[in-house]
């Protein structure tokens, strides 16, 4: 590593670490100031306040270090540009285009980084803090989620699920559709009052069978069903209603999954190239400092410059993920959206200081 790379490293990550704590500080203490109360209310000791909130750490760092990427490189090339330092380091022969050289290779690392914060760590502690919060602060069951109105599909089959609870795999009112070969009408139609989904099979309960080509009607008491495909899918339709908040990889089998059965993955697949587009856009910040610091070296005012860039940024951001979601736009033009326009902005403008240099 070069003598440059040393020095552009230690103050970035010296200014890094100050961003990151100021931060978190931040963050915390806004979320401290509104849960407080329910955690003296509850009656829970400080030890389970504090492992809560240091549990959030990883996630909070997920989310903040684009914005703080960005506002530490300006405070940084600011501070260069006043001092002379990138005129001194200009007439000794480097160019401005070996700091941009650096801070890309830098910030790909990053954004390594921020995808496996965001993917692990701070996925495993979200999940943990929901759980505290739930059950130490709330006084109840964590995995009581329950969905309602579920379709599910298992090769003829078609079934509607009105009210279901993932984690125990019970819900009442199942109705199965089965279609002829060709798909063109029902041969025979089961509802069920309750069920049990396991692997492999289906309990169903207080169940009425009817076939519509006989006119015939049966009851049972249960009745046992190998619906393989409808669990794996019945089994990923809690991410359904949270799929940010599974790990990159395990969305991944998820789409794939649910694509087996005939499910509509668009929105899916947007919400799994917008984690590695958020992951990179903290490459996009660097280009972004890089850019900004080309017009002014006034601290302040790149600050500002920078700050606005980042609510654009993210404005673009979840305009793009949105529009992929409802499908008014492919997912991977969806997701990459605020990272195509902010990489071709800040781009331009460095290709336009180059030339603008090389002509004097």
């Known amino acids: 590593m070069s003598v440059l790379s040393r020095y552009l490293l230690r103050q970035n990550l010296y200014l890094m670490s100050i961003c990151l704590c100021l931060g978190i500080a931040v963050y915390l203490l806004s979320d401290l100031f509104e849960r407080l109360d329910d955690f003296l209310e509850a009656g829970r000791g400080l030890k389970i306040m504090l492992v809560y909130f240091l549990v959030k750490i990883p996630l909070i760092i997920s989310q903040i270090l684009p914005a703080v990427f960005l506002v530490a490189m300006l405070v940084q090339l600011s501070a260069m540009r006043s001092n002379r330092e990138l005129l001194a380091l200009r007439a000794g022969g480097i160019s401005y285009k070996a700091i941009i050289s650096f801070f890309l290779v830098y910030s790909l690392f990053w954004s390594g980084g921020q995808l496996f914060i965001s993917q692990y760590l701070g996925v495993k502690g979200l999940e943990y803090s929901k759980r505290i919060w739930a059950e130490d602060v709330r006084g109840k069951e964590y995995v009581t989620k329950t969905i309602h109105k579920l379709w599910l599909r298992e090769n003829n089959d ?40 396991k692997e492999g099979n289906w309990v169903l309960n207080d169940v009425t069978i009817i076939d519509p080509i006989r006119f015939t009607s049966e009851y ?37 999954q649910l694509e087996v059965t005939g499910s509509n993955v668009e929105g899916l697949r947007t919400i799994w190239h917008g984690k590695l587009s958020y992951a990179f856009s903290i490459t996009i910040m660097a280009l972004l400092a890089l850019a900004i610091i080309t017009f002014e070296h006034n601290v302040y005012l790149n600050l500002t410059a920078g700050l606005v860039a980042t609510f654009l940024f993210y404005g673009f951001f979840v305009l793009g993920s949105s529009a992929g979601e409802m499908g008014f736009l492919p997912p991977i033009a969806g997701a990459w959206l605020g990272n195509a326009v902010f990489i071709l902005g800040a781009t331009t403008r460095l290709f336009w200081r180059s030339i603008a240099k090389s002509t004097h």
């Open 158 to 197: 078609i079934l509607h699920i009105d009210t279901v609870q993932p984690a125990s795999g019970k819900g009442r009112n199942l109705s199965i559709y089965t279609l002829a070969q060709d798909r063109r009408s029902v041969v025979q139609f089961i509802n069920a009052k309750t069920f049990e989904a």
């Open 220 to 256: 049972k008491p249960t009745l046992k069903l190998s619906l393989g495909e409808a669990f794996k899918s019945f089994t990923l339709a809690e991410s359904r209603n949270n799929p940010a908040q599974l790990p990159l990889w395990e969305l991944g089998r998820a789409i794939h």
